[in-house]
């Protein structure tokens, strides 16, 4: 063969390649129509190509079809605009039929319905499934779906895969969404649609993430009349709180949870999610016990019986110290439950140790209910501070106004490690036991201040008062009774029992009974406890234990956390002999001259 044919071969060899090589336009829609037979054939679905149908031989005979459309029967799904791209089978080819073994569908706008979804005969759609006869892999790409009956629930497809080679293979997928504006990985998803669609156990795994949230699972998944799910998984989010702001999910309490997670083996149906054998996280807490939830009522029910160690519920009462504001003043902001009760919560639990607000308690068994608009949580015992203490709280919206209610006792607590842990000085010591009511209504908390109502009671024995010894001063007030209001603080004063009586109305707390009895000192005490405004007007009694007349007399008065305790100067100049003329016994008429101290 000569060079001048050799060449001539090889140019027409080349052109030939090229020629493979390089897309072709065809205006025909013979391709298209064929694609669309098969499609509906093979997949049941509608295929509408209305723009521009390319074919391309090398390296691998592929097709592209420009703004297409695909519908799924019964409106279940539409995928409207964009491009499908695919790469053709060879051997159907041959045989002039075309058959794509992979699809990538891009730059599309994919409605659905969830509802018609789940009503497809799927086994029907995945009957007779061979690899030989279907596409091995769907791609979506910067796809977005709209769901017709989910409510923010629409996605923004970044990458998605589904892969599926093989009747006796698992079905497999991975990718990336966009979803409420927050990134979310699909790392592996599978299971075999064949085993589940002739209603046999299937496999299935599961592993998702998203800046908030983290949920794995494997187990075993079966279809038919009794749907189940079982395995082992995982749900863990760094912040309860900016997952339920960002999921939409309503929560008990959960604006005020932060990292949370549920670990342990699990079975699922169309009525319940039960963890058998659970691990929860609650910070940095540990629980362990049973917990489920209810999807067959109204709302979901989530219900548990957890143990810890040591458990810190502290952010759970931080709307308690958000009821004054930053002056000391009750709040007017409003108080709305509704952010916290959006699923209902019947949980038991117990602790070796546990943080309620400032309060830390021992051994304790507490349960929590939580109901649309209602929150009720109980102590049944707990030991505190050497004593023992139960009570209960509820709070309760109705016709736009929170009902709070609280009532408990507690008996043989130390009082002065009790006030120490509350931020206060440990004016008195000894043992408290006693009791406690309080209800109020409003729609922020300075309302339910105003309307308070109650009644408690607290006896103390076998104690000492810090910071006055009472003996001391009746003895200073017998010998030089001015001098005494200079020089009265300092030391202890022991007794055997001191106890007071508040009957709250309206906001106002009237000391009923309060009375201090030891050897040598008897004491009595009256006034009011202004709550809204968060003052004392008292007036303490103090007189010797064998006589009945007050020697001396003290002011209590000022803020909650500025109680200021003084001598009664009144009291004083009475018994002072030489001060005493300055006190008229009577009132002296305005135009009668008013008696003149003289001094000698």
Do not use: C
């Not at 519908?71 to 002039?96: D, H, M, S, W």
């Not at 006693?434 to 309302?447: A, C, D, I, L």
């Amino acid at each position: 063969m000569s060079r001048r044919v050799a060449f001539f071969i090889a140019l027409i060899a080349l052109a030939v390649l090229g020629a493979a090589a390089a897309p072709w336009t065809l205006r025909e829609n013979g391709l298209s129509s064929a694609l669309s037979d098969h499609m509906k054939e093979r997949y049941g679905l509608d295929l509408t190509v209305e723009g521009r149908s390319t074919f391309a031989v090398l390296p691998i005979p592929r097709v592209k079809f420009e703004n297409v459309s695909l519908r799924f029967p019964e409106q279940a799904l539409k995928a409207e605009g964009g491009t499908l791209r695919g790469e053709i089978r060879v051997l159907p080819l041959l045989f002039g039929r075309v058959e794509l073994s992979d699809f990538d569908l891009s730059d599309s706008k994919i409605t659905a319905s969830a509802q018609a979804l789940q009503n497809v005969k799927w086994d029907e759609v995945f009957k007779s499934r061979s690899s030989a006869l279907h596409a091995r892999r769907l791609i979506l790409n910067r796809t977005a779906i709209h769901w017709t009956d989910l409510k923010d629930s629409d996605l923004d497809v970044s990458e998605f895969v589904i892969r599926w080679v093989g009747e006796k293979e698992p079905l497999m997928a991975y990718g990336n969404v966009l979803w409420r504006g927050e990134r979310v990985a699909v790392e592996e998803a599978s299971i075999h649609p064949d085993r589940i669609t002739a209603g046999r156990i299937s496999p299935i795994e599961l592993s998702v993430a998203a800046p908030t949230m983290r949920l794995s699972l494997q187990g075993e998944a079966q279809l038919g009349a009794n749907p189940g799910l079982t395995g082992h998984g995982s749900i863990e989010t760094v912040s309860m709180r900016d997952f339920a702001r960002w999921s939409g999910v309503k929560l008990p309490f959960g604006p005020l949870v932060q990292a949370f997670s549920v670990k342990g083996d699990f079975s699922m149906d169309r009525r319940r999610l039960s963890w058998p054998s659970v691990a929860v996280k609650l910070g940095d807490d540990k629980l362990e016990g049973t917990m489920a939830v209810r999807f067959d009522t109204e709302r979901p029910v989530i219900s548990g019986t957890l143990a810890a160690d040591d458990l810190n519920l502290a952010d759970l009462f931080a709307p308690f110290g958000h009821a004054r504001t930053s002056s000391g003043a009750w709040s007017e902001d409003a108080l709305d439950l509704a952010h916290v009760t959006g699923s209902d919560l019947d949980l038991r639990l117990s602790a070796a140790s546990a943080r309620l607000g400032k309060l830390r308690v021992e051994d304790m068994a507490a349960s929590v209910l939580v109901r649309p608009g209602e929150i009720e949580a109980s102590i049944g015992r707990a030991d505190f501070h050497d004593g023992s203490l139960k009570g209960r709280l509820s709070l309760i919206s109705v016709n736009g106004e929170t009902e709070f209610k609280s009532q408990g006792t507690f008996s043989n607590v130390e009082i002065a490690p009790f006030l120490s842990s509350m931020g206060e000085p440990r004016w008195i010591t000894g043992r408290a036991q006693g009791q406690f009511t309080f209800e109020g209504k409003g729609r922020n908390p300075v309302e339910v201040v105003q309307k308070a109502h109650g009644r408690s009671s607290v006896t103390v024995r076998k104690g000492e008062l810090v910071g006055i010894a009472l003996d001391d001063a009746l003895k200073r007030v017998e010998k030089h009774p001015l001098l005494a209001s200079l020089n009265w603080k300092g030391g202890r004063t022991p007794f055997q029992e001191a106890q007071a009586q508040i009957a709250v109305q309206d906001g106002i707390g009237e000391v009923t009974e309060g009375r201090l009895t030891s050897e040598d000192v008897t004491a009595e005490m009256k006034g009011q406890v202004l709550m809204v405004e968060r003052t004392l007007s008292l007036k303490a009694e103090i007189s010797s234990a064998s006589s009945s007349v007050p020697a001396i007399a003290f002011d209590i008065n000022g803020g909650w956390d500025n109680v200021s305790v003084a001598p009664k100067a009144r009291s004083l100049i009475e018994r002072s002999g030489a001060a005493k003329p300055l006190l008229p016994s009577s009132r002296v008429p305005p135009d009668e001259p008013r008696p003149q101290a003289t001094a000698q």
